[in-house]
């Protein structure tokens, strides 16, 4: 990993802090950045989760992506980590109080330009948060859109209710980890590290998540229409994600989506729907398989 250094320092680790995080001698460090050695992927998980943020992030960065996702806070004109910077607020029909969602300063600045004009304004917007969700929004059809700078005071005319992940969101790979507890017990006791399994355990207790929370967390997508109305079910990943290129290609015409549970095939004409969001992880395992098949194994 020989742009481990340069995203240690970006996000503000030295080699001994680091060190620290992860349970291991700063020689450990110190080979894996020179290219030495590299961490297996249990310690993989492990510091994607104390970067604030995912494997694939990871390892694309180390490749030679240009960012990292990441939930520590952005500090100032940096270049590689794309950071915390606040929240999305969008206030759907039929509701008083905006959903908010923790962003990062990168997906800050693409909703300015869409909402300010200064680029093409484009019919649907595609936003992946903090806290594991992608969200396809309809701009015509939701009522306000706001964004709220972490330094600025909570809005005093919004009921500011956040969800129990909502106001920094967690690193992509405990939620993984509370996917693979509840629906694949094995994999989790395998393919975790006892820090990483215990981080998880701390968020399933001291939130109260059970069977159908995490359900629901990480399987169910949410369809709010023009009317108010909210269908939720749980959407096919590989149809997600296509739904997902047509929104950002403006192609969206109408949304299909299958429900895994019933088998039952849901219409909704486009111009009804104001918001859609579905779960990240989601998303991204279809990504995944899609490059897979395409061979961009990353070889």
Known sequence: ???????RKGIGFTQAALAQALGVSQQAIARWEKGDSEPNIAMLRDLATVMGT??????????????????HWQPADDQVVDGFWG???????????????????????R????????????AWMVIATLNNRVLLINPALVQRIRLLDDAA???????????????QGLS???????????????AFTADYS??????????????????????RLLEWTSVYLESGLEVTFC???????????DADCQALERVVLSDQDSGELNFFPAHRVALISMPLTQYQKAARAEMDELGFEGN
């Open 235 to 245: 959407g096919e990943e590989e149809e997600l994600y296509s739904l997902t290129l």
């Open 54 to 71: 995912s494997v694939d992030d990871l390892i694309e960065f180390d490749r030679g992506g240009s960012r990292v996702v990441s939930q």
């Open 153 to 167: 005071d909570q809005p005093g005319d919004d009921g500011w209710n956040l969800t129990w992940d909502g106001y």
């Open 194 to 215: 006892e820090t990483l399994q215990k981080l998880a355990l701390d968020q399933i207790e001291e939130h109260e998540i059970d069977d159908e929370k995490a359900y």
């Open 1 to 7: 990993m020989k742009r481990l250094q340069e995203l």
């Open 87 to 109: 929240h999305l607020g969008v206030l759907l029909p039929g509701h008083t109080d905006c959903h908010w969602y923790p962003i990062t300063k990168g997906e800050q600045a």
């Open 172 to 186: 992509p790979e405990i939620y993984h980890a509370i996917d693979d507890y509840f629906f694949n017990e094995s």
């Open 111 to 122: 909703v300015s330009r869409n909402l300010d004009g200064a680029v093409e304004a484009s």
